[in-house]
């Protein structure tokens, strides 16, 4: 979990920098401390550990003389001991200082410290709270010479569902692994504290190979003492404050004030158990963090005064209308990608939470008025919140059976009859009894006729095939939605300009809520002008956090995920889909896009050989054919990445098959995006074939470049491979270039033609050395995806230039060991030989 964090401090320590390494309670210090001592000691140097203990702050030299130092009779004073300890430090070899929560470290220990340092160079790693402010004695220790710090963020998504597997023994699905993160706020701590407890409550239990919650709580007994060891540095004025938040919710920070002094509040945010939003009704609101300390609070049977303050803050948090202010775009790509990596050191579990709150407030309320007057609008206003917010399948159905449809308004019944027919699918009934109640509908309401047919179009292409007949259902009739419909078909069809000019002039609908903006989006991206598409859709999901808009946030990051995936932001992209996971599966018109992406999430993990079952992707829905309308829809191209992929040929004829399919349906735009990354993954002539004729077709010229660079790869011709490389103006494509490169290389060392090999090798160490950001983790199949270790590597490196016995000399091992991790090598990467295996780890290492 830590092992990127671990591999820096070992770093840093190498050169001789110290390193302060710190964090929220339970963030995983001294985990990550615990690992980093034991690679020390397996690396042979002399670690020197000290443990802070909370009971033991107020006992002079408790820390320090748990060393066991050796101290002659009355030498026991603070030079003695320094004496003593910088002695050892002396003796040869490499010595490392380690204290773990320096914090509660007595004086006494410190003050012998500060005396070593000043003695020793050997470099110090300390852990502590990120917000603690330190005293003199402390500060007296860590400020000599250099030092590195090493801050330990909340875990995202993806992350907390390797844990959470790695805990249960098993993938949890979306919606527990999402539950999950929002009560822990991403501690690693309470991660793990909330897994077991839940497992051990019966919370959730292991279904259809994926575990899940039984109720709509994962709070129990068996926490209390976890959360009560996190508060145990309260103060009871500041212990009351969480309390009073703990009723409250997320509040309206102006009315909190008025409750809680101020000095409280700062003390708290300080702390990290108050989180500050920015609310865009409401201005700023705080909610209290981690969540699941509400739970605790709320489980509280001792509190008498709850109901006196619940009557005396009642009515506080009034909500506001959203407002539909247009989204424009910006011409800052800088800017946007700022403000998403500013956003990025937020919790987004307390923010999936407030959607959460915002949502179950809404739906409660319209539910309510529905009650009161089941009028088709009141139906109408309950239904779109599922759209994009959680479904509560029963009540929406209850809705759909009991709602009276004489006298109601024509675009009510529309979005009404368009919800039964999603409710049929989602129950599993198939698109054809989807179809025939909207057929149904048309028949028996001829003036809203037009709206059936393209609901029938829309419901049809995104969820079977794209109809080969021109596209004119409901233009005339009823343009707002007829455009639409017709400029999304066209986007599926891989004909992004004709879709954007579809929709320049169409009318918006109420019908199909952000239609018009998600196709603008993504023929943007699907066109090749990238950054427009980027700046654009992420514009448009910071406008939808604002506006607590799960439907918008949704479609917009899914768009957003594709281009950062495109250009190389890989971290942001992770960030975007993990925010996004946080708030559990949404409604059912945008869940197949929140499945996409959590295809797209577990692409880059697809191939390694590390536990692929905990991949994030096996918690998308299976029960999906494999070809769909938008890339990742279908599982297709995941399941075909992801499978054993160990000869070239058969890979290019699965891949085939699946993008012929793909073009059968008139899915063009998937099949484009699987030919392309199936290019750059192994490029082979049939899949490449098939990109060219899709991208002639649809006469889109932005990927002439890399068709050339592809081309001379596939046929071998290295001279024409390096011109075109040298020449190579930086497109769209960079780091798709850089991929093949990589795809190209990995496949002549499987097919064991170690000449291309070696070739190959030579031309992408050329194109990272000039292009080195294109050479950041980007392809699937390149040997950074296989677990070799880090002796493994170290051998492999030197494997095809010296003989066994010469490594086992220098590395001071058996010639049979280093055997054994050559042959281990050779099976994880899938080389022929130790040649190829020399040329396939040396060009997956950093460009020096």
């Known amino acids: 979990m830590f092992d990127s964090e671990v591999q820096r401090v070992l770093d840093y320590v190498a050169q001789g920098i110290g390193v302060r390494i710190v964090g929220v309670p339970g963030s995983g210090k001294s985990t990550v401390v615990r690992s980093v001592v034991t690679s020390l000691e397996k690396s042979g140097a002399v670690v020197h550990a000290i443990a802070g203990l909370r009971t033991h702050r107020n006992i002079p030299y408790a820390a320090i003389k748990s060393l066991g130092l050796d101290l002659r009779p009355g030498r026991s004073g603070v030079l003695d001991l320094a004496d003593v300890l910088s002695s050892h430090l002396a003796m040869i070899g490499k010595h490392v200082l380690v204290v773990d929560d320096i914090h509660f470290v007595d004086n006494e220990s410190l003050a012998v410290l500060e005396a070593v340092r000043s003695r020793s160079s050997s470099p110090l790693v300390a852990t502590a709270p990120e917000t603690l402010s330190f005293s003199r004695g402390q500060l007296a220790v860590l400020n000599h010479g250099r030092e590195a710090v090493l801050q330990l963020d909340p875990l995202h998504y993806e992350q907390v569902h390797t844990l959470v597997s790695q805990v249960l023994g098993g993938p949890a699905d979306a919606d527990t692994t999402a539950r999950i993160l929002t009560k822990s706020a991403g501690n690693p701590r309470l991660i793990v504290k909330i897994a077991e407890t839940a497992s051990l409550s019966d919370l959730v239990v292991q279904r259809g190979g994926l575990w899940r919650m039984t109720s709509d709580t ?6 209390r003492g976890t959360i009560e060891a996190l508060l145990a540095e309260l103060t009871p004025e500041e212990f009351t404050g969480l309390n009073i938040m703990a009723i409250l919710g997320t509040a309206r920070l102006d009315i909190l004030q008025k409750i809680i002094t101020p000095d409280v509040l700062d003390t708290l945010e300080r702390r990290g158990f108050l989180t500050v939003l920015d609310d865009h009704h409401n201005g700023p609101t705080a909610a209290i963090s981690p969540p699941v300390m509400a ?26 209308p959203q407002s539909t202010d247009t989204i424009t775009t910006s011409d800052s790509l800088s800017r946007v990608l700022a403000a998403l990596r500013r956003e990025r050191s937020s919790d987004d579990a307390v923010t999936a939470r407030h959607f959460h709150e915002h949502s179950a407030v809404r739906e409660r309320a319209r539910f309510e008025r529905w009650e009161a007057n089941k009028s088709a609008a009141n139906a109408a206003a309950l239904l779109r919140i599922y759209w994009g917010s959680p479904v509560d399948v029963k009540r929406a159905q209850r809705v759909c059976t009991e709602t009276p449809t004489h006298d109601a308004d024509p675009s009510d019944l529309l979005l009404l009859t368009i919800t039964k027919a999603l409710l049929a699918i989602n129950a599993g009934r198939g698109l054809n009894a989807a ?7 048309g028949e028996a309401h001829p003036g809203q006729k037009a709206g059936a047919e393209a609901a029938i179009l829309f419901l049809s292409g995104s969820h079977g095939r794209v109809p080969e007949a021109p596209i004119h259902t409901g233009v005339d009739q009823n343009p707002g939605i007829g455009h639409l419909i017709q400029g999304l078909m066209h986007l599926y069809r891989f004909n992004p300009e004709t879709a954007l000019d579809t929709i320049k002039d169409a009318e918006d609908d109420e019908t199909f809520p952000h239609l018009r903006p998600f196709i603008n989006g993504f ?15 992420l514009d448009w999901r910071a406008e939808a956090r604002k506006n607590l808009d799960q439907f918008g946030v949704v479609t917009s990051s899914y768009i957003a995920v594709h281009g950062l995936f495109y250009r190389g932001y890989f971290e942001e992209a992770e960030y ?6 946080a708030m559990g599966r949404p409604g059912f018109v945008v869940d197949i896009l929140y499945d996409a992406m959590l295809r797209l999430a577990g692409l880059r993990h697809a191939t390694s050989s590390s536990a692929p079952e905990l991949s994030i992707a096996t918690q998308a829905r299976t029960e999906v054919p494999d070809v769909g309308p938008l890339p990742g829809v279908g599982k297709g191209a995941y399941v075909l990445v992801a499978g054993s992929n160990t000869r070239a040929a058969g890979f290019d004829r699965r891949a085939g098959l699946l993008i012929k399919r793909q073009l059968k349906s008139g899915y063009v735009l998937e099949a484009m995006m699987t030919s392309l990354l199936c290019t750059c993954l192994s490029p082979g002539l049939p899949v490449l074939d098939l990109l060219k004729k899709i991208l002639r077709d649809s006469n889109i010229t932005v990927h002439d470049q890399f068709l050339a660079i592809a081309t001379a790869v596939v046929e071998g011709d290295h001279d024409l491979l390096g011109i075109l490389l040298k020449h190579y103006e930086p497109d769209i494509n960079l780091y798709q270039v850089g991929m093949l490169l990589q795809g190209g290389l990995k496949r002549h060392v499987l097919e064991g033609d170690a000449t291309a090999a070696e070739a190959l090798a030579e031309a992408s160490s050329q194109f990272a050395a000039s292009f080195p950001a294109a050479f950041e983790p980007l392809s699937f199949s390149t040997v950074k995806s296989v677990p070799l270790t880090e002796r493994e590597t170290e051998i492999a490196v030197m494997a095809g230039y010296r003989s066994n016995v010469e490594i086992a000399e220098q590395l001071g091992i058996s010639a049979r060991t280093v055997e054994n991790h050559i042959s281990n090598a050779l099976r994880k990467t899938g080389a022929t030989s130790r040649n190829s295996l020399f040329i396939l780890v040396r060009n997956s290492l950093p460009p020096t």
């Open 218 to 223: 994962l709070w129990s007994d068996h926490l």
């Open 295 to 320: 739970d605790y609070f709320r489980g509280q049977k001792a509190l008498r005064d709850r109901h006196l303050l619940r009557s005396r803050i009642a009515g506080v948090l009034d909500s506001t």
């Open 576 to 581: 975007l889909m993990s925010s996004v996971f």
């Open 435 to 441: 179809v025939e109640v909207l057929k149904d509908f």
């Open 523 to 537: 023929s943007l991206f699907a066109a090749g002008r990238i950054d427009e598409s980027l700046v654009f859709a």
